[in-house]
């Protein structure tokens, strides 16, 4: 019988296990394609738990050599098998990687040697560099998504990015709605405005319709029935570069539940009108064509759509003329989707079905509905609890 093998200390080593001269251990393997693989401990008890790991790998039928995958190059394969994303989405993920993960420590890294901890710090890093929860969240659904592909293919056990957002608190500055309140002086102070009575019918259409702003701004008049009062969402525009150089395009709305009709209220249909009586008194006229698409509802003085930072720079000038005017009565921030906020929260609050609020905004789950936009007050609170003792009252 051959003598069995030990090391300095007089322990037996099993197969593939090796002490080297300067003192440290290494095992010897193969991999599931027969490839001869090495691990490397500085001391045998260390090796030994580096050896289960493997065999439950080899078990498993999860590959050495696929752990080697960087995160960047696990990130493109995801990528190339998504073919159901929307080439604007798709272009926005890969904008959003190639600005915060790419040049990273942690994509550069073999997945194999990503841990938890190496996620978390990468999340603390961005939030140190002034990135808000919601950007690392959406940063963080594509990681955790390219992980579960590596896990779903047998390249690694488990997804290391499960958790990892825990500790990545809300961001302080949340977004405020306008109150009912705050949306009439804002109004009164456009329409005695020079500057701003222009954009009165803008805002009153933007809070009564809860339209995103790429599909207010890729209204045409043809999506507009005025005598059935309604108005039909179908597309939204975007300003993005597809390697043509930044120009309007024509997108399908955000989602599929983003196709819809919404009901115009009097309100909504008196800004119409008067938008109608503006453009005509000013000459405006829509000569732009984005992709067969053309007679945008909402233009600029020479004729062309709004993009989206356009649209928010008006209404940032309009919320700091506001409150230097009215410092005592200051306004939140205001932005398009400020705008959007309000209109649900107002809708909500007069009491709208839920479902129906749903269809209004275009969401493919009611509980987007409820958890983002669907934001309570203390009034609101009280009128309801009002209610409710009217109703319950022993």
Not at 231 to 256: A, R, W
């Amino acid at each position: 019988m051959a003598e069995k093998r030990k090391d300095s200390k007089g322990r037996v080593l099993r197969k593939g296990e090796h002490e080297r001269k300067d003192g440290r251990y290494h095992y010897l393997y193969l991999d599931t394609s027969g490839k001869r693989c090495y691990v490397y401990a500085k001391d045998l008890i260390s090796l030994r738990e580096m050896e289960k790991e493997i065999e439950r790998d080899l078990l498993d039928g999860i590959s050495n050599a696929s752990g080697k995958t960087t995160l960047n190059q696990l990130f493109k394969m995801h990528m190339e098998l998504k073919n159901d994303l929307r080439a604007t989405t798709r272009e926005n993920y890969n904008r959003m990687w190639h600005n915060t993960v790419e040049a990273s420590a942690i994509g550069k890294k073999k997945i194999s040697d990503i841990k938890q901890v190496h996620v978390k710090a990468f999340y603390v890093d961005c939030v140190k560099a002034g990135l808000k929860r919601n950007t690392i969240k959406l940063i963080h659904n594509l990681i955790f998504s390219s992980f579960e592909l590596a896990v779903d293919s047998d390249f690694i056990r488990k997804n290391p990015a499960k958790g990892a957002m825990e500790n990545i608190k809300q961001d302080a500055g949340e977004k405020i709605p306008l109150s009912e309140d705050e949306i009439k002086r804002l109004i009164d102070f456009c329409i005695n405005s020079g500057t701003y009575s222009i954009h009165v019918p803008f805002l009153t259409i933007a809070i009564g319709t809860c339209l995103r702003c790429g599909e207010i701004t890729g209204l045409t008049w043809s999506d507009i029935d005025m005598k059935n009062r309604t108005i039909s969402v179908n597309h939204q525009l975007i300003y993005k570069n597809f390697g043509d150089g930044c120009m309007f395009h024509v997108s399908e709305p955000k989602t599929d539940a983003g196709k819809r009709t919404i009901p115009m209220t009097e309100t909504v249909h008196r800004a119409f009108v008067e938008l109608r009586k503006q453009n005509l008194i000013l000459g405006r006229r829509s000569d732009a064509e984005v992709d067969g698409y053309s007679n945008f509802v909402f233009v600029s003085g020479n004729g062309q759509p709004f993009a989206i930072n356009a649209v928010n720079s008006f209404l940032l000038n309009m919320e700091k003329a506001y409150n230097k005017a009215h410092p005592e009565e200051a306004i939140p921030h205001l932005s398009a989707h400020i705008l959007r906020h309000t209109g649900c929260t107002l809708l909500a609050s007069a009491g709208m079905d839920i479902k129906a609020l749903q269809n209004v905004m275009g969401h493919s789950d009611a509980s987007i509905t409820m958890n983002v936009y669907n934001h309570s007050s203390f009034e609101r609170t009280e009128k309801e609890v009002q209610r409710i003792d009217n109703v319950i009252n022993f």
